[in-house]
């Protein structure tokens, strides 16, 4: 088999290689739900010590990702 060479990379015996490195991604989903954890806990916390109601879509998001 013919050896190609592109600018993204090389075609070498059936195998791309792309040299290039790739853009960002995203963050594990793992890490961003408890990220989303910390966050929702500290934001219903300033709410209830402000003496501010929170709202309840807050609390039955924490509570989901409590179950799973």
Do not use: C
Request: net charge positive.
């Amino acid at each position: 088999m013919a050896k190609h060479s592109f600018i993204t990379g090389e075609h070498i015996g059936g195998i791309n290689f792309d040299s290039r490195k790739p853009p960002i991604g995203i963050i594990p989903k793992e890490l961003w739900i408890e990220q989303r954890k910390l966050e929702l806990k500290a934001a219903i916390k300033r709410y209830f010590e402000a003496d501010f109601k929170v709202p309840i879509e807050w609390i039955e998001e924490l509570n989901s990702y409590q179950k799973s």
